[in-house]
């Protein structure tokens, strides 16, 4: 059964130009680390870079089609719920083993909301939503497999911590029924990567 995986990065971002970018009534734009490959996180979860490749391709897809949105905190579910969306991500890329992106905070309730807490200096951080399984392996860490599923980057409140860290999993998701969710664009667009990448 896979579960829900989640996998924080605390956020940097210069307070002074998000204040001046609300002020000015300007979109609030920031690059992040949403992401990283190939790294044990603290609670001794690993992302192969080739996995994330995959993910981050098929992510692209709903960049271009303006559907890369997430939620103001994490919800126990794998659907991206329209009235929650605070923010959407605009761009994705790699820098060595971290996937950047530029995040732009929307004029929705819940990005209104994620304002104010910039604005106020709140910590805010990303985290990565998808679905999957892990295995563990001889080193003792769980490796995250091919059934992985990127949902989406949501914005979180979470301790002040270098680097990215990882949650308990969340509960069991039927890998199976979130297939069905996805619309048959996002279901033609996975497996041509897949031929694509000899897979």
Known sequence: MARLLREFVQLTYDQKMIQEAIEANKPVLFTAILQRANAINQNKRIYPRHILEREVENYKKAIQEGRACGE???PDSSVVSLKNISHAIRDVWWDGDNVLGKVEVLDTTAGNEARKLLKNGIRVGISS????????????????DESLMLICFDLVSEPSTQGAWLMREGKEVDIQEVRKMMSKVDRVNRAVNEILRGK
């Open 129 to 144: 939503r998808a679905v999957g399984e892990t295995h563990k392996t001889n080193e003792g860490y769980e490796e995250v």
């Open 72 to 74: 103001l905190d994490h």
